[in-house]
């Protein structure tokens, strides 16, 4: 008898390759406004938008104010004059259109369903993250869809997990559950706080954290090896 009844995927960087579509996204959008672009520039704006999530994550700022800020810092900072929220609306617009799977997660996923429960559980805007899905084909293979825009929670709180498990249909005892994801803060210390067994993707990165996930694995392909 397996261990486990319910997977609880993660998307970004775990199911889909959000690391390239967002460079891609980004530069596109330099571009829909006749502006030039440069890796440089990615990387600084990688930077601001990641202190920005933090913050999100934190519940120092909502979405709304995510979605008004993320662009607007990093812009004054590099003087570029465009409006930030329109502009995260043209990104986000270039996201959908440009995301894809890694190369054989999807029909790792409908094998999966074939023996376990299978869930989404993503911290994004509600304007990206089932548009996305529904754009790389993996919108009907889930069992149940939580995106943190949609119910004003995020990860790592534990009331994501609480509303995930709540609406998910006949939910198991926790020790039945396992969190798969590739954030350590959001998803494994935020699965270790509900009590869930956690599945840390590292992308063969160290882990140089105090958080340690029950397994680590290289990528998404390697949770037969747990299973």
Known sequence: MNKYEWLLFDVDNTLLDFSKASKQSFFKSFEDYGMDCSEELYKKYKVENAKVWVAFENREIDTDTLKRIRFKGFFDLQD??????????????????????????????????????????TNGLKEAQRPRLAHVGMIDLFDSIVVSDEIGIAKPDVRFFEHTYNTIPNPPNKSKILVIGDNLMSDILGGQNFGVDTCWISHKKENASDIIPRYTIDNVFDIAEIL
Not at 86 to 107: H, I, Q, R
């Open 80 to 121: 570029i004059k465009i409006d930030p929220f329109e502009f995260n609306t043209a990104y986000v617009d270039n996201l959908v259109a440009v995301s894809e799977v890694y190369p054989g997660a999807v029909e790792l996923i409908k094998k999966l369903t074939q023996e376990y429960k299978v869930s989404i559980i």
